[in-house]
């Protein structure tokens, strides 16, 4: 009976000791701020209430805006994407009640503000964000970026190859943004996805576009993805059904190797995504979006955007809260983080 009891008694001290060092561990890391401390409404605004910083330096993941709408090709003000989307983020609490995943056990993320634009000049801005996402990668830091118009995943991606290589991507949107110009121009909200196909940014085998819908221009708008090789998912093939198998064939197709997240939030219907730009009805709902982008857990995930915010239009802030719970699930999907299954840590 002593022996059990010794024995215990030393087992107790090793858990304990296991215990505070977990405790430990995740104190190291930044945490976002209570409501518990502060009031949800209050205090000073960053994406999730979390710590800044000037760079990504020391970080695993960041939050960054990209207040940029000069690509738009109808309503504008998703220069507004970002402080809308901080602003609604501050509900959002750490722990993931689904997939009981915790980024914040195990990473290292803060929120490092907005990219400096330059809104007199759209091709100046566009290599303004170039370089500042090869600072984020020089860190080795995973990006999440508040948009901002869908034109900025273009600058991102030539910062992103450059460090990974072609990457796959899964894309949501209810457009295919693979116009070769519009206007005239080829640098436009609604031509990122030819050019990264044009220089080599990503893999066209390794892109799901997902929510696609209504009219184009000619059969084309749709065709000349696939025949890149991209699997294009319409949306009526989402239409009253579960996404969860979908995303099982998404994953056996990106397989191995680097994945991006573009998530244009008019991929969603405008019932629940009124807040932006070219709306389309008949889109996605609130839980495929969370089914989608819980279905990337398991790939390669190097980071992701949520794109096309235009809070003007939106006046109860539905497009923002959702926007900003998205970008928490892309952060819930990288390989480093963790699940936590009791309140010991
Ligand atoms: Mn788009």
Redesign the pocket.
Known sequence: MLKFQAISFSNFLRVTSVLIKMSNDIDSYNQPLSGNEMPRFAATGTMMRLPTQPTAKGLDACFVGVPFDLGTSNRSGARFGPRAIRNESSMIRPYNMWTRVSPFDSLQIADIGDVPINTFNLLKSVDIIEKAYDQIMACGTAPFTLGGD?TIVLPIMRALAKKHGPLGIVHI?A?A?VNDTMFGEKIA??TPFRRMVEEKLIQPNRVVQIGLRTTGYESDDFDWPRAQGFRVVQVEDCWHKSLVPLMEEVRQQLGEGPVYISF?I?GLDPAYAPGTGTLEPGGLTSAQAFEIVRGCRGLDIVGGDL??VAPAYDHGGITATLAANLLYEMLCTLPKVKERHDNSG
Do not use: F, L
Request: charged content about 50%; proline content about 0%.
């Open positions: 869908h949107d457009h943004d909200h609604g244009d008019d794109v096309e």
